[in-house]
């Protein structure tokens, strides 16, 4: 009788997990933390303080989560082939919009005097939390739908097109606060960023969004036009695709992501920094969406590959910062991770790969 | 040459397999100097897999090459052209931006002072190209001269890369027309005399006997035999290749008498001075359910833009299109879905396949397209549709979900015939679509036209094959320099209608 582990036919499996497109943004993943591992001391370690969980890895995953929820937007945009520059631009832009809307005392708006005097206060809002938050996302969206009216209808290249708001973004973002920097009080929506339940609130807010956008691609045939268009826009158009009206759906959604990255992140930080929140965000972005396997030039692309690719950069700078590398340097180190991880997709490697299993085989 | 080798090129037992399919196995075949080999097989029998491996694109599992006597690894296509193997593919990869001494000296460009040398380079091509008798203006960009001699210039090049031996041509003559398909044989007659041995690949039987010395046949991966083309009759090659006998080509005449009895009087479509200025001048034009109605020309006769109106990528700008008595007003491809019309276009690879994409994604496109991105087919539904289509048309894969780039040219055309049926098309607009597709093949979708018409659909074919049009159609419209000229309906023969396509009867 043949022994059970040697019916298994491990080579089909070997094949099937490197095939799959999570296998090398997990690879990059375990190796950076198995780095961590032997090099920093506690760091897997896990602490629970009145029922929630602290550590560095849940560090990785709390800040991670906007370019983590930025991916998931770009993710879209880049496998219609196209690419988004602005979104830093409008988590700064939401940032502001959600500002005013709690406190708009600072850019002239009179309030009654009885209500003055509770504008420091932790409870005060002057819109409720819903309409905050509902109003935010409307405007985020809005301006993915002027890069994707943009790019689908103007005909712009879409590094060209969404420059435009990547540059007017911040400026905006500077008009609507009248250039201050408003300061957040009010605590619920501090909570937002800062909130605990179990895991940091924002981990809960990227499987919400990560949720909307499978089902989106799962429910609808959404994902099977925006892969068909990435990877062959004429043969799409000749079988009755519209291939504008898809792209406009991505720039879309891809703004909606961008804002509510940029709700937690003023929550986080308590303030609408319209010159700082979601800095070269988009090209963290950009790289998790690589680094998931999405080509740049469109077509097949995971969301959850996306994902896993935003923890891998966050990972890195986390690590980073772990054995005391100065925050300059990081910027270096996040470089030779991108060498590493692009190299892997390559050709040259991917062969190489082959004929290394093909030998196991033999 | 030295006197150990009888062969320029040798191959034995050659095997190679991909997932899910074994493309070559135990396959031998040499090549002498001076001679015009021919290679031919259906589609999937593994003539560009055999390709591949000689010219270090793919790495055969097992088996050797030999060339002149000498066993050698073909490490890349790079390497192949430094051994002397020169190849030109189906589809030309050059660049149509470029000016054409740009695309034949792409690469190797003489240089002055570490600037391009244009003079030079130009004079250069010049000289290239008269190796093939071709004389133009190699300063306008490659783009504006036509396919042959786009063609012509992708061989002058490879000829010149280095001193090639081994000359390989797939598909030379696929889309060119009789005149220039003689002009690259003279070419190959002449490379030949100089001492090149050429294989020649093609799915028209007519040309690989006018051409080749001996002729290899392929079956499904395995080699059926090589012989001396002198001594092959027609017939007998064509079993060889496709392994049954050909009855199909007779009952397909019988098909066509019953569908013609039953088409409607009653036009589905019509044309009323329909035309778009610089593409094809206004034309009319009439449809009926149940009939097929074939569309002969030349290359850029007008042919596929009379395609592109009807089925709404391009609008036009003059007359009226009338469907079921209704004037159609918008045009573009998903209202032309909408209204049941069908297009498989004649590029396969730009307008038709989406590769990366699964046999199963490629069939429900259209279908999906139509319904909107809300009415999602499920899985299952997904995998009813492509399973039947892929019955029905016999197509060879491995499963639904394989990339349809793994699939060879007559396969991925058919996935594109399945993604069309599927949307139950009241009107099949079929524009070459036997283009490079073996013998058997051919037949099937001849046939599957006539019996889509007796099920009472409405079929516009349009090839530049003129037996096949003759063979398939009740009715054949004729075009030259992007006008209608004339009209057939009954039993006319090969001779009238190439007068016609040729201007000579006026």
Sequence with gaps: MKKFWTSIDWRSYWRKITESRLFFPILALALILLFDLIFVPGFFKIETREGNLYGSLINIVRNGSTVALLAIGMTFVIATGGVDLSVGAVMAIAASVAAIMMNPVIIGVELPPDLMKFIYDPNFTFAPLWQVIIVTLIVSAICGLWNGTLVAYGRIQPMVATLILMYAGRGI??????????????????????????????????????????????????????????????????????????????????????????????????????????????????????????????????????????WVIQATSTSMYAIGVPANAVMAIKGVVVIFVILLYSEQVGSLLRRFTRQKEA | MTENSEYLISLEGIYKAFPGVQALENVNFNLKAGEI???????????????????????????????????????????????????????????????????????????????????????????????????????????????????????????????????????????????????????????????????????????????????????????????????????????????RTIGEFDDMSQIKLTSGKRIQEEPLLQAYNLGHTGSIEPFNLELHAGEVLGIAGLLGSGRTETAYLIFGIEKPDQGTLIMDGKEIKHFSPSDSIARGIAFCPEDR????????????????????????????????????????????????????????????????????LARWLATNPRILILDEPTRGIDVGTKAEIQKLVLELAEEGKACIFISSELEEVLRTSHRIAVLRDKKKIREFSGEVDEQTIMQSIAGSGS
């Design chain 1, 173 to 310: 973002a500077q008009l609507i606060t009248n250039a201050v920097r408003i300061q957040i009080f009010y605590e619920p929506y501090a909570k937002i960023g800062n909130g605990w339940l179990i895991l940091p609130y924002s981990v809960y807010i990227v499987g919400f969004v990560y949720l909307i956008a499978w089902l989106i691609t799962r429910k609808t045939a959404i994902g099977l036009f925006i892969e068909s268009v990435g990877i062959n826009f004429r043969s799409s158009f000749f079988s009755g695709i519209d291939e504008r009206k898809i792209k406009l759906f991505a720039y879309t959604f891809c703004g909606l992501c961008a804002g509510v990255a940029g709700i937690i992140a003023s929550s986080n930080i308590r303030t609408s920094d319209a010159n700082n929140i979601g800095l070269t965000l988009e090209l963290d972005a950009i790289l998790a969406v690589v680094i998931g396997g999405t080509l740049m030039e469109g077509g097949r692309f995971s969301l959850l590959a996306s994902i896993v690719g935003g």
């Design chain 2, 37 to 243: 080999h021919g290679l031919v097989g259906e589609n999937g029998a593994g003539k560009s897999t055999l390709i591949k491996v000689i010219t270090g694109v793919e790495r055969a599992d097992a088996g050797t090459l030999s060339l002149r006597g000498e066993i050698i690894q073909v490490r890349s296509p790079q390497h192949a052209q430094e051994l002397g193997i020169s190849t030109v593919y189906q589809e030309i990869n050059l660049c149509p931006n470029l000016t054409v001494a740009e695309n034949v000296l792409i690469g190797r460009e003489p240089m002055k002072l570490g600037r391009i040398d244009w003079q030079t380079m130009n004079a250069e091509a010049v000289r290239i190209l008269k190796r093939l008798d071709i004389e133009i203006d190699v300063t306008r960009p490659l783009g504006e001269y036509s396919v042959a001699l786009q063609q012509m210039v992708a061989i002058a090049r490879s000829l010149e890369i280095t001193a090639a031996e081994v000359l390989i041509l797939d598909e030379p003559t696929s889309s060119l027309d009789s005149q220039e398909t003689e002009n690259l044989f003279q070419v190959m007659r002449k490379l030949k005399s100089e001492g090149l041995g050429i294989i020649f690949i093609s799915h028209f039987i007519d040309q690989v006997y006018e051409i080749t010395d001996r002729i290899t046949v392929l079956r499904n991966a395995k080699l059926v035999g090589t012989y001396n083309t002198q001594y092959l009759p027609h017939m007998e090659l064509i079993v060889k290749m496709i392994g």
């Design chain 2, 349 to 416: 690879k730009a307008e038709g396949i989406v590769d990366d994409l699964t046999v199963r994604e490629n069939i429900i496109l259209a279908v999906q397209a139509n319904r909107g991105w809300l009415k999602n087919l499920s899985r299952s539904q997904q995998h009813e549709l492509a399973d039947k289509f892929i019955k029905m048309l016999n197509i060879s894969t491995p499963s639904a979900d394989q990339p349809v780039k793994n699939l060879s040219g007559g396969n991925q055309q058919k996935v594109i």
